[in-house]
């Protein structure tokens, strides 16, 4: 399927959030993650399904005042 | 007064990650400052440098408490999204709640700040807020659950010091017991010396420091005044006056006109 991940296009094999994760090199990566603008914990990654058109952020820690 | 939320911190300076030249020279920086607070952000991470992995051991490493952010967040939703993937990331209860309104001057929404607090304090965050030296938002701000103000100096990368020094010292004496820090706008060391003075108990500052020349030596130019000015308010400083007052004694003064 097709959806966003930050913002690009990408194709997917993945159906579920933490399969996408580990194929798109975020495996043990300290990160937080949302799904069409709601945040998903990472204990729900393996239970947030994946369909078509989502919007799926992946965000880290980064430089801020 | 150094308590905030529950911990105590060493000193009065918070001091931003943002804007350094290089990694090395923002360590250098924090270890000069003696910061006991580090300000950090989140942003999108890439799948194949992780750079956001590299920074994240660095701050670690700088071993000092972590105010993660919502900086860019101008809606109540985003701001609390970001607040909530911000505790998970860096395990972590307090937020620096930014809910901007105004793109010139970065201004927050007040309204929206009080809406976020409220929804966040009852999630069980610990809210700093980005606020003005408005006394009744302040006001609204304690009643939505936060024990920490924050209200800016000037505009958030201005260095223009601090703007509205009645508002700010009303603010202070209007709560006393409240731990108070400056936010933002202040450009050089004699401004944050002079907002500890006022009272307030912290001030927390980035731009200043990290676009200085050298800016290890500046984060060390601002410890050094934030200590002055927090030795000189607990010294109790003089009343000021409109007019003369000999300091020399007069009395057996010779007579020799």
């Keep these: 399927m097709k959806l966003q991940l930050n913002g690009a296009m990408i194709e997917t094999q993945a159906v579920m959030l933490d399969g996408l994760l580990q194929e798109q090199g975020f495996t043990g990566a300290k990160i ?3 799904v069409n603008g709601e945040f998903v914990p990472a204990a729900l990654r393996a239970a947030q399904s994946l369909n078509d ?4 952020e992946v965000l880290a820690p980064m430089q801020g005042g | 007064m150094l308590d905030f939320y529950g ?5 009065g300076f918070m001091l931003g990650t943002a804007q350094y030249p290089s990694p090395a020279i923002l360590a250098d920086a924090f270890r000069r400052s003696g910061a006991s607070v580090a300000t950090v952000s989140l942003r999108r991470e890439s ?5 956001g992995q590299d920074f994240w051991q660095m701050i670690r490493a700088l071993d000092v408490h ?3 952010n919502t900086a860019g967040c101008h809606s109540v939703k985003e701001a609390v999204t970001t607040a909530h993937m911000a505790r998970e990331v860096f395990d972590t209860k307090w937020i620096k709640l930014e809910v901007i309104g105004e793109e010139d001057t970065l201004q927050p929404d007040v309204f929206g700040l009080v809406e976020a607090t409220r929804i966040l304090t009852e999630d069980g965050f610990q809210v700093f807020p980005y606020t003005t030296e408005d006394l009744v938002v302040a006001d609204r701000l304690l009643h939505a659950g936060c024990e920490v ?4 100096g000037a505009p958030i990368g201005s260095g223009l010091g601090l703007n509205n020094l009645f508002g700010l010292r009303a603010m202070r004496a209007h709560f006393p017991d409240v731990p108070l820090v400056i936010d933002a706008g202040l450009g050089l060391p004699s401004q944050a010396a002079q907002a500890m003075e006022l009272g307030f108990d912290a001030v927390l500052l980035n731009t200043a420091v990290a676009k200085a020349g050298d800016p290890a030596a500046m984060a060390e130019a601002f410890a050094t005044a934030i200590r002055a000015g927090q030795l000189a308010a607990a010294a109790d400083p003089m009343e000021p006056r409109d007019m003369a007052a000999p300091s020399t ?7 020799l006109s």
Excluded: S, Y
């Design chain 1, 32 to 34: 937080a993650t949302a």
């Design chain 1, 53 to 56: 058109g989502d919007r799926i």
């Design chain 2, 7 to 11: 911990t105590t911190l060493a000193n």
């Design chain 2, 47 to 51: 799948g194949q440098d992780r750079a």
């Design chain 2, 66 to 68: 972590i105010l993660p």
């Design chain 2, 149 to 152: 103000l924050m209200p800016w």
């Design chain 2, 249 to 255: 004694p007069v009395i057996g003064k010779a007579f």
